[in-house]
């Protein structure tokens, strides 16, 4: 017998959604990736991943593990092989000595990472500090513990470097930890040695975490290579380093990252990721440790990919330069973030005219963060065919509007 129910309207019903979940915004990024797939022949730079195969001998140590039946749980921190290929890779790269046993974790991507320590350390009504402009992520993940995000805007003259000055202001004594997001998204900044040192008397005078997102490590250009802030006097003991493969290894859908920090921290970390996701998953464990069973092989996996998208960010930097959207040459990550002040518009109002009008999809700036207004954020990593495409359609975009 079918008994048919009538469903009540949900004005009747009782509102079961968190505030802080009715009150989160959507990403600025899916927004516009979203409306782009539904505009016909529209190209788009929306998306930070690479389009780059995943190296093959990685993708070869997947399968090879798939078809060995190596598809269990792995242990909640992540594979031995693995953590101890990263504590290398770790040190040899950015000279930081973990412990694979109790101090790296294996996450679902760095996104997750950033959620488990978030979760870790917040208190209701806890300050996190969040650079801006930054990825989407932060402030959502802070608000989902009921904590609150205090926001440090850089500016375009800094080069989007974090000032200890700005850092010192919008501290309180409320204020538990800093998200340090460099290379940075979307500006492509970088925050080099002599630029962290400068925060670090700030830090500990204020005895502060730092939760420093370094997923973009190994993207930098014009012989600036990464340095951590961990690896400076006093701060290995007050940092999470966060990490992964999918920037470096072209292996976004793979969803694999680390955490790496002191052990009472890391491990505190665990317990929160045994809970909410038990482990990663095993072939793609099982692809990283070959990503970084050979260091020739890991270096030069990752310099073809850096080398191509060197070539695809200094064109855009000349571009942009060239059609008077003034770029700051960023050093980092896979993004340019150029001013659309030339038009007038803001930079909602510049992401929807460019994308009917010029059919051509990038991220308003204030996605990122009210210091973001004014700007774009445009990911180069895309072919340079389509990044040619692209400027050919901005410019006539700008040559219609009379910008040009």
């Known amino acids: ?175 538990k930890a800093l998200i340090l997001p460099y290379p940075n998204n979307p500006t492509g900044a970088i925050m080099e040695k002599e630029d962290l040192e400068k925060l670090v008397p700030v830090i500990l005078k204020y005895d502060l975490l730092v939760i420093s997102d370094e997923i973009y490590a190994e993207l930098t250009y014009g012989g600036k290579n990464h340095f951590s802030i961990a690896a400076l006097e006093g701060m290995w003991e007050r940092t999470i380093v966060l990490n992964g493969f999918a920037k470096s290894f072209s292996m976004t859908g793979w969803r694999l990252g680390f955490a790496a920090g002191p052990a009472v921290l890391i491990q505190a970390m665990r317990k929160v990721h045994a809970y909410v996701i038990m482990c990663a998953p095993a072939p793609s464990q099982h692809g990283a440790i070959e990503a970084l069973r050979d260091d020739a092989l890991c270096d030069a996996d990752i310099a073809v990919m850096r080398e191509a998208y060197d070539e695809r960010r200094k064109y855009l930097l000349g571009q942009f330069n060239r059609l008077g959207m003034t770029c700051f040459e960023p050093r980092g990550a896979f993004y340019v973030f150029p001013s659309i002040k030339l038009t007038g518009l803001t930079s909602q109002q510049f992401c929807e005219r460019l994308l009917f009008e010029g059919g051509v999809a990038v991220v308003p700036g204030d996605a990122f963060g009210e210091s973001g207004e004014g700007f774009v954020r445009i990911s180069y990593a895309y072919s340079m065919e389509q990044l040619q495409i692209c400027i050919s359609k901005i410019e006539e975009f700008l040559r219609k509007r009379g910008c040009i």
């Not at 529209?42 to 798939?66: H, I, N, Q, W, Y």
């Not at 290398?88 to 694979?100: S, T």
């Not at 990825?135 to 850089?154: D, F, I, M, N, R």
Request: hydrophobic share 40%; charged share 30%.
């Open 1 to 175: 017998m079918n008994i048919l129910y009538k469903r009540k309207e949900l004005s009747e019903m009782r509102n079961f959604i968190a505030k802080n979940i009715e009150e989160m915004e959507w990403s600025g990024i899916r927004k516009f990736a979203d409306i782009a797939a539904q505009v016909p022949d529209a190209l788009s730079l929306c998306v930070g991943e690479p389009d780059f195969k995943t190296p093959e001998r990685v993708r070869r140590a997947a399968m090879k593990a798939l078809e060995e039946g190596k598809t269990r749980y792995s242990m909640n921190m992540g594979l031995p092989e693995l953590r101890a290929a990263i504590a290398h890779y770790m040190e040899r790269r950015f000279g930081l000595k973990y412990d694979p046993a109790q101090e790296i974790l294996c996450t679902i991507g760095a996104s997750e990472a950033i959620d488990v320590a978030l979760r870790t350390i917040i208190e209701p009504g806890d300050e996190i500090l969040v650079v801006e402009p930054s990825y989407v992520a932060y402030k959502p993940a802070v608000a989902l513990e009921h904590g609150v995000s205090v926001v440090v805007e850089t500016k375009a003259e800094n080069d989007f470097k974090l000032q200890p000055e700005e850092l010192e202001a919008a501290i309180t004594p409320k204020t």
